[in-house]
């Protein structure tokens, strides 16, 4: 009963990793592929090989200040907050990808 709200985190969590992995391997095929085809093309400050790198940190860099399970109030808040974070990094960078393709 008491373990209820942390294996709800816990599933929160593996749901984010499990996307963030499909994400991130759909994004390295498209552009390792397009490497090969035309070079690493550098637009408005974007490459393929940035946005790989840009992928793979946005996780850690936005969950690296939050406590992961802390279960308060102020700890749902933090994690939610990080959630769209990241949500709203990924939309940039999908943004920029679909220029850079």
Do not use: C, N
Request: hydrophobic fraction near 45%; avoid cysteine; charge should be negative.
């Amino acid at each position: 009963l008491h373990h209820l709200p942390l294996r709800e985190r816990m599933d929160a969590i593996h749901a984010f990793r499990s996307q963030h992995e499909k994400l991130r391997s759909v994004v390295m095929e498209v552009l390792m592929g397009e490497d090969k085809e035309g070079g690493d093309e550098d637009i408005d400050g974007f490459s393929a090989s940035g946005a790989i790198r840009e992928v793979q940190e946005a996780p850690i860099t936005i969950f690296a200040s939050i406590d992961l399970l802390d279960l308060s109030d102020k700890g749902q808040v933090a994690f939610e907050a990080a959630i769209e974070s990241y949500e709203r990094k990924i939309d940039a960078i999908e943004e920029r990808l679909a220029k850079l393709l």
